[in-house]
């Protein structure tokens, strides 16, 4: 197949290209290598795609409608993966407009490119803060998502209504692919594994929020990407028990479903920080803090649907992830 992985120098975006390019699919990698964070490390990951000759890199920004457009006639997709955004909850409180333009506009020039030009199947991802304020929890697809706490929340769940709209209006068959806290090798600067195994090896204090009463669904990279993968290669259907009276968020009438990937398996904030100190052989000292704006307490998925669907279920345990990832931070940044 021809497949498209728009965000193809992020984190999972470059371990998804490699996925594809492993097993024989010609992919088009496209990004726009902003400066979010330092965009060396997203070299270095594109530099991990170099040996497979049906990799195809293209520097592009989705808010460049004439450059997408060009590039969907240019292609004709098999598959699209849209994995291309502004990442980062709490950015999105000093920088709302970044969000407005990559995941708004920048999703509706996608839709387009697949409207136009017809692709059988497009994936995106979302992401598990559409749940927002939600108490109740393992989280399910079918739960109400009409309260998020931050912008990129709320443009995570845009997402999902532009392309049930699309799916509605033009039969576009479309998955959305919410992520729950994703980490391992290769992984975002901003995000706690790096900036706590970094604190940790500089011998300084790494800040613990909520005071440590927090739990999240960590997720390891290579369950994401077999889930991507499985969920890529199922191409959704109408279901024909949706109740317009009792509407199930999740699916539709229109080929669109909506799916969880996540460990279903929540780690305490303490006991993550603990996995990091192991794998280190060091302990870290603890700046305990109040909970930051536009945060919740803790994830946990209900990956039901996925297992029911795509045959697989996250089951990487925290201190393996860990593990593997300190190794890879040990190597790559020369750290001891």
């Known amino acids: 197949m021809k497949i498209l992985v728009t965000g193809a120098a992020g984190f999972i975006g470059q371990a998804l290209s490699e996925a594809f390019a492993k097993r024989g699919d010609d992919v088009i990698g496209i990004d726009n290598l902003n400066d979010y964070y330092d965009v060396q490390l997203k070299h270095s990951r594109l530099a991990l795609l170099d040996k497979y000759p049906n990799f195809e890199f293209q520097k592009l920004d989705l808010?460049?409608?004439?450059?997408?457009?060009?590039?969907?006639?240019?292609?004709?997709?098999?598959?699209?993966?849209?994995?291309?955004?502004?990442?980062?909850?709490?950015y999105s409180i000093e920088n709302p407009r970044a969000y407005i333009n990559s995941n708004i506009v920048g999703f509706l020039n996608i839709l387009e490119g697949c409207r136009h030009t017809k692709v059988p199947h497009l994936v995106y991802a979302s992401s598990s803060s559409v749940y927002g304020a939600n108490k109740l929890q393992p989280f399910s697809e079918q739960h109400n998502v009409d309260h998020p706490v931050s912008l990129y929340a709320a443009s995570k769940k845009s997402n999902e209504l532009m392309a049930h709209s699309y799916?509605?209006?033009?039969?576009?068959?479309?998955?959305?692919?919410?992520?729950?806290?994703?980490?391992?090798?290769?992984?975002?600067?901003?995000?706690?594994?790096?900036?706590?195994?970094?604190?940790?090896?500089?011998?300084?204090?790494i800040n613990i929020f909520n005071n440590g009463e927090m739990a999240r669904d960590f997720t390891y990279i290579d369950d994401i990407v077999e889930g991507v993968v499985r969920a890529t290669d199922k191409i959704p259907e109408a279901s024909q028990s949706w109740d317009g009276e009792k509407p199930n968020p999740s699916e539709s009438y229109c080929p669109f479903k909506v799916y969880?990937?996540?460990?279903?398996?929540?780690?305490?904030?303490?006991?993550?920080?603990?996995?990091?100190?192991?794998?280190?052989?060091?302990?870290?000292?603890?700046?305990?803090m109040p909970m930051q704006q536009g945060d919740v307490p803790s994830t946990c998925a209900d990956v039901s649907a996925l297992v029911r669907d795509v045959g697989f279920k996250p089951e990487t345990s925290i201190q393996h992830g860990i593990n593997l990832f300190v190794a890879w931070y040990r190597e790559y940044y020369d750290a001891r």
């Not at 590039?71 to 699209?80: I, P």
């Not at 993966?81 to 909850?89: M, R």
């Not at 692919?177 to 500089?202: C, E, H, Q, S």
Request: aromatic content about 10%; charged content about 20%.
């Open 167 to 205: 799916s509605n209006l033009y039969k576009l068959p479309t998955t959305g692919l919410r992520f729950f806290t994703v980490y391992g090798p290769w992984g975002r600067p901003d995000m706690a594994p790096m900036l706590f195994t970094k604190g940790i090896l500089d011998d300084k204090p």
């Open 260 to 288: 969880n990937i996540g460990n279903n398996s929540p780690v305490k904030l303490m006991d993550f920080v603990g996995a990091i100190e192991q794998a280190l052989g060091k302990t870290a000292e603890k700046n305990m």
């Open 63 to 90: 808010a460049d409608d004439t450059g997408i457009e060009a590039l969907f006639k240019q292609y004709q997709f098999d598959r699209v993966v849209n994995l291309a955004a502004q990442a980062g909850v709490r």
